[in-house]
């Protein structure tokens, strides 16, 4: 689904991405951890073209990735995004949230657009909440409706940068749930997050970056019962002991 070959980005001085090689196949799901700095939400951002590379190539579903115009629009609508901060519309109810992108983008007519938004809430356990706006939820509410929302395109692909880390810790799981259950559907999926148990739960491969590289690749089970290098036993050291 997702080819990253070669591919290196700066910020001024910073050298952000280096050299990164990755692939994400249909419907596996892809973790990525590691210290902050370490270039994984750079890395998640450039897969729909948020950051563009300085060097190297980037693929989605076969395709190179678009400069700008109406394909990057079609690309992005393919590759669903679920941020840090929620990033839903104050100024819309939850319902209109969910159903922006299909009308405007995908030309979905209303009643079904409103058909498959209630689906989706119902299956984020937010069927209750169509007329609400963002404002009146919790934390963990606003992001069960931005997931809701990434799906309302029908994604190839689910990309979620940090999905849980603003959020109070009894909310965590109500959104990683969600989360676990659409990787067990078979979504494919690349997420960012400090979630190690989510990461050993959900993920097919856990990719573990530092200092903008790819240290080291490994199944769950390989990665946290036996990480190969130095750089990740002293990672897991200090965040697998509390």
Do not use: W
């Not at 210290?35 to 190297?56: F, Q």
Request: charged share 25%; aromatic share 4%.
């Amino acid at each position: 689904m997702v080819t990253i070959s070669g591919v290196n980005k700066h910020f001024g001085e910073l050298h952000a991405l280096k050299d990164i090689d990755l692939t994400v196949g249909d419907g596996e799901v892809v973790v990525l951890i590691g210290p902050s700095g370490s270039g994984k939400s750079t890395l998640c951002r450039t897969i729909n073209r948020l950051e563009v590379v300085d060097s190297g190539t980037i693929t989605v579903d076969g395709k190179p990735l678009p400069a700008e115009g109406r394909a990057l629009a079609n690309l992005r609508a393919d590759v669903g995004m679920v941020f840090q901060h929620f990033n839903l519309f104050a100024h819309l109810t939850v319902m209109q949230n969910i159903t922006l992108g299909p009308l405007k983008v995908r030309r979905t007519p209303k009643a079904e657009a409103n058909e498959r938004a209630r689906q989706l809430l119902d299956r984020v356990g937010l069927a209750d909440k169509a007329d609400v706006y963002p404002s009146q939820l919790s934390g963990g509410q606003q992001q069960r409706v931005a997931i809701a929302r990434g799906l309302a395109m029908d994604p190839k692909l689910m990309m979620f940068d940090e999905p849980t880390s603003a959020l109070d810790p009894e909310m965590i799981n109500e959104v990683l749930d969600v989360m676990q259950d659409l990787a067990r559907e078979g979504m494919t999926m690349v997420v960012v997050t400090h979630e190690m148990g989510f990461a050993r739960r959900a993920a097919n491969r856990v990719v573990f970056m530092a200092e903008g590289q790819i240290v080291e690749t490994a199944t769950p089970d390989e990665f946290f019962d036996d990480p190969k290098t130095a750089r990740a036993q002293d990672f897991l050291s200090k965040v697998m002991t509390h």
